[in-house]
């Protein structure tokens, strides 16, 4: 399965049972393996604490007190219809069992429960919800690149004309003329305009890949060096042997700047970026959704404000922002473009994130 440990880790569990011997005991066991468990000892509170957290797998005992497991499941699957809900049954449940296949249950664990089969279970879930996540994110962004690149595609060629006849009637001007000056921050604002419009073609995969064996030591530096308005920094660690990759220059650039770009506007009172650069061999021990081989692993870090836990699986998000959408910096773009362009590449985009400590991006791009 083309799933690493680290993402099966990061899933978060809801385990109603009312014998709290059992409840503990399987809370000891999940709680060390799974990023987020939650217990409850009745239907009522385990749908309570369900509406809270919405976690991604909910195990539950059948017969309890208050509410039993299967109404409670039955209102779980009202809320949240794709939320796998695995049953625990024991002998005397049979005559639940009916009513829990109608209820389309997802699993059934048999108790007393195993562990070895809890666990499996768990990863056998927890990696189909990854897929599906992943699934989502592709699609998302095709939709939207779909649309993106037909606005594009339109307003590039409203632009052409307009920045045509501004430079037109400029050449009928002297530069001291005020008209000129006002043409002139017109053909600015076109220009600007013009170049959002390639940000969205390059997201969109409508701006053409094109692969070439580059050197990228001096592509990181320049996609760094150019920081407008910033009180940031960059400071470079770039391996002198650092390999090739086969990659569009530009839109690895893109990648790298709006890495950086966020990099810098993490830390508002300035502070450093640190770059590193260096090759990498990846095996299947690393975990990493990459074929084996040696690749580049970009690392832009910084010590900003970070990013709280339950934003992190949103970032790559199109249009998701924390920036407030009148800014221009805030488009909610740039890291979607990233994630877009990297696996247009065969690579690999991560990020670990502490809030109030800092954020670290890696980018891994194959070498050759
Ligand atoms: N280095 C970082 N430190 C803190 N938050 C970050 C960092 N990089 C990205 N983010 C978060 O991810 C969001 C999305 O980033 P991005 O796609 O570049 O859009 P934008 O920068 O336009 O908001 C940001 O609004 C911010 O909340
Ligand atoms: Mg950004």
């Known amino acids: 399965m083309d799933i690493n440990n680290t993402l099966l880790k ?6 109603v049972e009312d014998d709290e011997t059992i409840r503990e005991n399987l809370f000891n066991f999940l709680s060390r393996r799974f990023r987020s468990v939650y217990t409850a000892q009745n239907g009522e509170e385990g749908l309570e604490l369900f509406k809270d957290k919405l976690p991604d797998i909910v195990i539950t005992d059948i017969q309890m007190p208050v509410m039993d497991g299967l109404r409670m499941a039955e209102e ?98 002297a530069p001291d003329d005020k008209i000129y000056k006002n043409l002139d921050a017109a053909e600015k604002a076109s220009f600007m305009a013009k170049d959002l419009v390639q940000r969205f073609m390059v997201f969109a995969k409508g701006g053409e890949t094109v692969k070439m064996v580059i050197s990228i030591k001096e592509l990181i530096k320049e996609a760094s060096i150019f920081l407008p308005n910033s009180n940031a920094e960059c400071e470079f660690h770039i391996a002198e042997d650092l390999r090739s990759v086969e990659a569009d220059s530009g839109q690895i650039f893109q990648t790298i700047h ?26 299947k021990k690393d975990n990493l959704s990459l074929e084996d ?8 870090r910084d010590r900003g404000i970070g990013i709280p836990e339950n934003l992190l699986p949103k970032i790559f998000d199109p249009y998701f ?25 065969g690579g690999y985009i991560s990020v670990e994130s502490e809030a109030g400590v800092g954020t670290v991006f890696h980018i891994y791009l194959r070498a050759v």
């Open 10 to 15: 990061d899933v978060s569990i809801l385990y």
């Open 76 to 173: 779980i699957k009202k809320i949240s219809g794709d939320t796998p809900v695995i049953i625990t049954t024991a002998f005397g449940d049979v005559p639940y069992l009916m009513k829990a296949i109608e209820l389309e249950i997802d699993g059934y664990l048999q108790k007393p429960i195993r562990y070895e089969k809890l666990f499996d279970t768990v990863c056998k879930f927890a990696a189909r919800r990854k897929m599906e996540e992943e699934l989502l994110k592709a699609k998302k962004l095709e939709s939207i690149g779909i649309l993106a690149a037909g606005i594009a595609h339109d307003f590039n060629n409203l632009l052409t004309p307009i920045l045509g006849h501004i430079s037109l009637a400029k050449t009928s001007l």
């Open 258 to 283: 709006n890495i950086v770009i966020n990099a810098c506007e993490a830390m508002p009172d300035g502070g450093i970026v640190s770059i590193s650069a260096e090759n990498i061999v990846i095996g």
């Open 293 to 300: 081989g040696m690749y580049v692993k970009i690392s832009v």
């Open 321 to 345: 922002t924390t920036k407030g959408m009148d800014s221009r910096k805030g488009t909610g773009l740039g890291l979607a473009t990233a994630y877009s362009i990297v696996k247009r590449h």
